[in-house]
T-cell receptor, first 114, second 113 residues
Framework: AQKVTQAQTEISVVEKEDVTLDCVYETRDTTYYLFWYKQPPSGELVFLIRRNSFDEQNEISGRYSWNFQKSTSSFNFTITASQVVDSAVYFC???????????FGKGTRLSVIA | KAGVTQTPRYLIKTRGQQVTLSCSPI?????VSWYQQTPGQGLQFLFEYFSETQRNKGNFPGRFSGRQFSNSRSEMNVSTLELGDSALYLCASRPQGTNYGYTFGSGTRLTVV
């Protein structure tokens, strides 16, 4: 069965600090897809990234970067030089091939303090 | 391009009543999924519809049901509401094909009193 664990329930940082959100997943499939979503106070889940299991290249998008390591079943997310607007709940999610639903972690609430 | 639209945004119902929530997916998206979000359980999958057929179902009681129309719009219904049904209900759509990123709506916040 699939499972996603986000061990950090809440993180608080001061603006301009770097912060890493951890995500560990479990799946029996060799092919799978990993996602990160951001949920601001408005409630909408905003898609950030999708990564398939065959692509272990790290990715950088502006201040965001993702570190995918199959050896440790982790897909961690780093925000560099955090800003107050980064305050939100961040979810890591997993799906297996076929028409399978997303399985979400419990989320990490990030508070960036000015 | 319009996003996923959910109506209403907020709803207050009394125990025992029933409720219908609506979701309009992004134009061209034929898959619509529903999730329930609560502080205790997090995000839990309810069901997915594709081309008017339920393709997947989560582990929820039969009081939770849904349907999809020919224009891909979807509704979910909860009958005999319980206090524990209070939650944010999120709808998501995606293009045909597997495992693309879902686009979520802003949700309907249901409060059962």
């Amino acid at each position: 069965a699939q499972k996603v664990t986000q061990a950090q329930t809440e993180i608080s940082v001061v603006e301009k600090e770097d912060v890493t959100l951890d995500c560990v997943y479990e799946t029996r499939d060799t092919t799978y897809y990993l996602f990160w979503y951001k949920q601001p106070p408005s409630g909408e889940l905003v898609f950030l990234i999708r990564r398939n299991s065959f692509d272990e290249q790290n990715e950088i998008s502006g201040r965001y970067s993702w570190n995918f390591q199959k050896s440790t079943s982790s897909f961690n997310f780093t925000i560099t030089a955090s800003q107050v607007v980064d305050s939100a709940v961040y979810f890591c999610a997993l799906s297996e091939p076929g028409n399978t639903p997303l399985v979400f972690g419990k989320g990490t609430r990030l508070s960036v303090i000015a | 391009k319009a996003g996923v639209t959910q109506t209403p945004r907020y709803l207050i119902k009394t125990r025992g009543q029933q409720v219908t929530l609506s979701c309009s997916p992004i134009s061209g998206h034929r898959s619509v999924s529903w999730y329930q979000q609560t502080p205790g359980q997090g995000l839990q999958f309810l069901f997915e519809y594709f081309s008017e057929t339920q393709r997947n179902k989560g582990n929820f009681p039969g009081r939770f049901s849904g349907r999809q129309f020919s224009n891909s719009r979807s509704e979910m219904n909860v009958s005999t509401l319980e206090l524990g049904d209070s939650a944010l209900y999120l709808c998501a759509s995606r293009p045909q094909g597997t495992n693309y990123g879902y686009t979520f709506g802003s949700g309907t916040r249901l409060t059962v009193v």
